[in-house]
């Protein structure tokens, strides 16, 4: 591609940008933009981060930042990067890098002044694209009318950017989410089945990350279904057999405008009871709260025909918000529309509500300490629910007194 031709946007001359790409500058470091802000500002797309790549080693960028008054932080000085901060907004500049030595987790890079050299190291064709503080596009590997194409091509050959990094694999199926059109690339395709028993040897919080980044497309699932039938989740999550159900779920948000969840849409991918989801918690470094969230999917259900009072108990026992999320995986395990959205409404606007009594009440009506305590409280808050929280806590202490003189 000429690099006469120019392409210009917005976020490129913003003062905070100027500011950065300026000081950099001045301090004769060359500078590209690099990354999503480039594929995006291509496709005419909004950007979100800005990522600039440099000539300069990371000492020099830091020196040249701080000359200019500008905040720099060593977030990755060893591997070559350094954010920037103008006006509040991060920049994150990477000196460009050769690999030395790879071994599938991980690279042994060496800093480098070549351009080119930084572009063959880059997974996929989109990704080697630069773009100066002038417009103009370099595109060594024709990565622009990849982009265009909806194409996912790797740089050179397929199998070698893999095993130099098995989770470029991952990152394959998620680019194909984000920017993919159909047809796959055939070989890039055939590298990923190939290569697939590696995923074993990743972090669980490399994987994760980059799971939920491609769940994180408006419509996941032309992407997933090619990781189904290249057999890629038997070898790190052969709990994800659920693709319908997420499919329905997808289809769910976007008839009522619900946001994205991402925790959500992985519970609808996966199938398994209490032990399974604690497995896949493990797997991939969940946090307590995300592992709590599986427990409920996998262990509650809820459905139109609950009436008032069983809805009730629900929704009380679980929380509005936990609640929410299993009207809506229920909804889109079930064929139905009928009876969700009134469920959905009574999460949506549901207050939580507070038993007037507690285990001091009990304890003061001569119950000794232990489960029985935690009995007499459960029969007491089960009889309110059922009364739908309108006894106050003169009626709660007179039906406490009822329940313990039953077990007396």
């Not at 301090?27 to 496709?43: E, N, W």
């Not at 497309?217 to 189904?228: C, K, Q, T, W, Y």
């Not at 991939?284 to 999917?297: F, Q, W």
């Not at 469920?343 to 009506?365: E, F, T």
Request: glycine share 8%; hydrophobic share 45%; proline share 5%.
């Amino acid at each position: 591609m000429s690099k006469a031709e120019t392409v210009l946007a917005d976020w490129m001359d913003a003062p905070e940008t100027r500011a950065v790409t300026g000081a950099l500058a001045q301090a004769g470091c060359a500078v590209r933009f690099v990354g999503g802000c480039v594929r995006d500002t291509l496709l005419g797309r909004p950007i979100a981060d800005i990522d600039i790549a440099t000539d300069a080693p990371p000492n020099a960028v830091m020196n040249a930042l701080r000359g200019a008054g500008l905040k720099a932080i060593p977030t990755g000085i060893d591997h070559g990067t350094v954010t920037a901060v103008a006006d509040g907004k991060s920049f994150e500049i990477t000196t460009l890098r050769r690999d030395v030595e790879t071994d599938g987790r991980h690279a042994t890079v060496q800093f480098t002044d070549d351009w080119d050299a930084d572009a063959a190291r880059r997974d996929f064709t989109m990704n080697a694209i630069s773009l100066e503080t002038d417009g103009s596009i370099h595109d060594p590997f024709g990565g622009r009318a990849d982009l265009v194409a909806g194409r996912v091509r790797f740089v050179g050959v397929a199998q070698d950017r893999i095993v130099e990094d098995v989770l470029r694999l991952l990152r394959f199926f998620r680019f194909y989410a984000h920017y993919g059109a159909p047809p796959p690339d055939t070989v890039a395709l055939a590298a990923c089945r190939s290569l697939a028993p590696q995923l074993s040897t990743l972090s669980g919080e490399r994987v994760r990350a980059e799971l939920m980044k491609l769940l994180q497309a408006p419509n996941p699932m032309p992407a997933l279904g090619l990781m189904r039938d290249a057999d890629i989740f038997p070898h790190f999550l052969p709990e994800a057999v659920n693709l319908p159900v997420l499919e329905r779920l997808v289809a769910i948000e976007r008839q009522t405008g619900i946001a994205i969840d991402l925790m959500r849409r992985l519970a609808a991918l996966l199938r398994g009871g209490p032990t399974s989801m604690s497995k896949v918690a493990d797997r991939l470094r969940l946090s307590n709260a995300e592992r709590d969230y599986l427990g409920i999917i996998a262990t509650e259900t809820v459905a139109p025909e609950l009436d008032a009072v069983e809805r009730r108990h629900l929704i009380h026992r679980l929380g509005a918000a936990a609640s929410r999320e299993l009207v809506l995986l229920c909804w889109a395990r079930n064929n139905d529309d009928a009876g969700w959205q009134s469920l959905l409404d009574l999460a949506d606007g549901w207050s939580p509500k507070a038993l007037p009594l507690s285990g001091d009440d009990v304890l003061a009506r001569g119950v000794a300490r232990g489960p029985a305590v935690g009995a007499a409280l459960s029969a007491v808050e089960h009889w309110w629910v059922e009364g739908n929280f309108t006894a106050d806590r003169a009626a709660c202490l007179a039906r406490l007194d009822v329940e313990i003189s039953r077990v007396s």
